[in-house]
């Protein structure tokens, strides 16, 4: 295996690892939780990496012993989603590389700031960890967009074209009717940021398992 067949397969271990450990991250905590319970359905993703027990400011039952858990779940699946993106710049290539590049960052840049500026601080207006969720929600699933967009034109990929755009579309468009409260909480914003986990679980996945002739030339999966 070539060099460059070495960074694509440290790649697609980047995408997995990083969903797989952020899913992990998300149970483990949600499991140490007591008073209250924590439901998926009803509570903020980011309830679990709240570093203090107590009463929101919008009436909500925070206390999340394992928060630390939680927040280094945010920041490494973000370091990871960046570098994968970066290092297959040379696959998913063509006119919107740069956006490939740009919407990868945002996502990334914005589990950090998820895990470094917690939820429920109580400040006015747009909070840093507010502004962190649409980065990393919005960038992620513009990644995946931009990714289906990139690979129109290849009929051998038409399937994870196809993948690649409805998740993208999907989770994009829940987040969107997020603050319309149609749906619990917790389910509405799970169907926003959980397309992009899957998304790059799966991309990993079939990276890992293709031929390195497939790959070699940087312009197929």
């Given at each position: 295996?070539?060099?460059?067949?070495?960074?694509?397969?440290?790649?697609?271990?980047?995408?997995?690892?990083?969903?797989?450990?952020?899913?992990?991250?998300?149970?483990?905590?949600?499991?140490?939780?007591?008073?209250?319970?924590?439901?998926?359905?009803?509570?903020?993703?980011?309830?679990?990496?709240?570093?203090?027990?107590?009463?929101?400011?919008?009436?909500?039952?925070?206390?999340?012993?394992?928060?630390?858990?939680?927040?280094?779940?945010?920041?490494?699946?973000?370091?990871?989603?960046?570098?994968?993106?970066?290092?297959?710049?040379?696959?998913?290539?063509?006119?919107?590389?740069?956006?490939?590049?740009?919407?990868?960052?945002?996502?990334?840049?914005?589990?950090?700031?998820?895990?470094?500026?917690?939820?429920?601080?109580?400040?006015?207006?747009?909070?840093l960890h507010e502004a962190?969720?649409?980065?990393?929600?919005?960038?992620?699933?513009l990644c995946l967009i931009?990714?289906?967009?990139?690979?129109?034109?290849?009929?051998?990929?038409r399937d994870y074209t196809?993948?690649?755009?409805?998740?993208?579309?999907?989770?994009?468009?829940?987040?969107?009717?997020?603050?319309?409260?149609?749906?619990?909480?917790?389910?509405?914003?799970?169907?926003?940021?959980?397309?992009?986990?899957?998304?790059?679980?799966?991309?990993?996945?079939?990276?890992?398992?293709?031929?390195?002739?497939?790959?070699?030339?940087?312009?197929?999966?």
């Amino acid at each position: 295996m070539n060099m460059q067949n070495r960074w694509k397969k440290l790649a697609a271990l980047s995408f997995a690892l990083g969903g797989l450990q952020y899913l992990l991250a998300e149970k483990i905590a949600a499991l140490a939780w007591s008073a209250p319970l924590y439901h998926y359905g009803l509570n903020y993703i980011s309830d679990l990496g709240i570093p203090r027990c107590g009463m929101l400011s919008d009436g909500r039952a925070v206390c999340s012993p394992l928060h630390t858990v939680m927040n280094i779940g945010f920041a490494v699946e973000g370091l990871l989603f960046f570098t994968a993106c970066l290092l297959l710049r040379e696959v998913f290539n063509g006119a919107g590389k740069m956006l490939f590049l740009l919407t990868g960052l945002l996502h990334g840049l914005g589990g950090i700031i998820i895990a470094l500026f917690h939820s429920g601080s109580g400040e006015g207006g747009v909070t840093l960890h507010e502004a962190g969720a649409v980065m990393a929600i919005g960038g992620g699933n513009l990644c995946l967009i931009t990714v289906g967009w990139l690979m129109r034109h290849r009929t051998e990929m038409r399937d994870y074209t196809l993948f690649s755009l409805f998740m993208g579309s999907f989770g994009l468009l829940c987040m969107v009717i997020i603050p319309l409260d149609l749906l619990p909480t917790g389910l509405i914003e799970r169907a926003s940021v959980y397309p992009i986990t899957f998304w790059q679980i799966f991309t990993g996945c079939i990276l890992l398992t293709a031929s390195p002739r497939k790959i070699s030339g940087g312009t197929r999966l």
